[in-house]
């Protein structure tokens, strides 16, 4: 069965550094998405990704975010200058355009653990 | 501001009961309806969902209902099983007839006794 994949399992960065979290999405999806999920919280949405830009962020979603789809099968996130409140673990998702009544379906990858210090 | 919350933080069920969970959402606009099952140190995992056009949908031991008129969202587990151990999540998308974001509830922790 088709799966998310996102690298690496847990990333660890001293607080100002820049990191890149790393997502595949299912091969025919069309839309990506970016949550995170502070320890003990709810899933929070950062942003939406679709025909090789943005079409919606959060608040979260500030300056010091990126997204980019580098090549056909890649999904990045980039933070450039983390804080400590960046720590969380942070999904990628994908999903279909609509051939089926559900067609909104997301589908979760196993997420990034990142541990700012 | 409006948001999906969950009556119930934790639920304890016996191994073979049925488990409710209940959700409840403040935006009639929501078109579209999520159960997300997520178990520790994993991504959530779809359940089930549903449209706002419907009021029940079933699927393998899962069933959804939704109630438009109390804004009231639940998930049906028939015959709880050890492995149905997780935090359960609802969500709804607000976007009718296209992609949007995901508006997730807090969870609620189902524990199975054996």
């Known amino acids: 069965e088709p799966e998310v994949t996102q690298t690496p399992s847990h990333q660890v960065t001293q607080m100002g550094q820049e990191v890149i979290l790393r997502c595949v999405p299912i091969?025919?999806?069309?839309?990506f998405y970016w949550y995170r999920q502070i320890l003990g919280q709810k899933v929070e949405f950062l942003v939406s990704?679709?025909?090789?830009?943005?079409?919606?962020k959060s608040e979260i979603f500030d300056d010091q975010f990126s997204v980019e789809r580098p090549d056909g099968s890649n999904f990045t996130l980039k933070i450039r200058s983390t804080k400590l409140e960046d720590s969380a673990m942070y999904f990628c998702?994908?999903?279909?355009?609509?051939?089926?009544?559900?067609?909104?379906?997301?589908?979760f990858g196993p997420g990034t653990r990142l541990t700012v210090l | 501001g409006e948001s999906v919350g969950l009556h119930l933080p934790t639920l304890s069920v016996q191994e073979g009961d049925n488990s409710i969970i209940n959700c409840a959402y403040s935006?009639?606009?929501?078109?579209?309806f999520i159960w997300y099952k997520q178990e520790s140190g994993k991504g959530p995992q779809f359940i089930i969902d549903i449209r706002s056009n419907m009021d029940k949908r079933q699927g393998q031991r899962v069933t959804v209902l939704l109630n438009k008129t109390v804004k009231h969202l639940s998930l049906q587990i028939a015959a709880t099983q050890p492995g149905d151990s997780a935090v359960y999540f609802c969500a709804e998308n607000m976007r009718r007839g296209s992609q949007g974001n995901l508006i997730f509830g807090k969870g609620t922790k189902l524990s199975v006794k054996p």
């Open positions: 998702a994908s999903s279909a355009p609509g051939a089926t009544l559900m067609a909104d379906t997301q589908y």
């Open positions: 935006n009639s606009a929501s078109d579209y």
């Open positions: 990704f679709y025909n090789n830009e943005i079409s919606e």
């Open positions: 091969s025919n999806h069309l839309y």
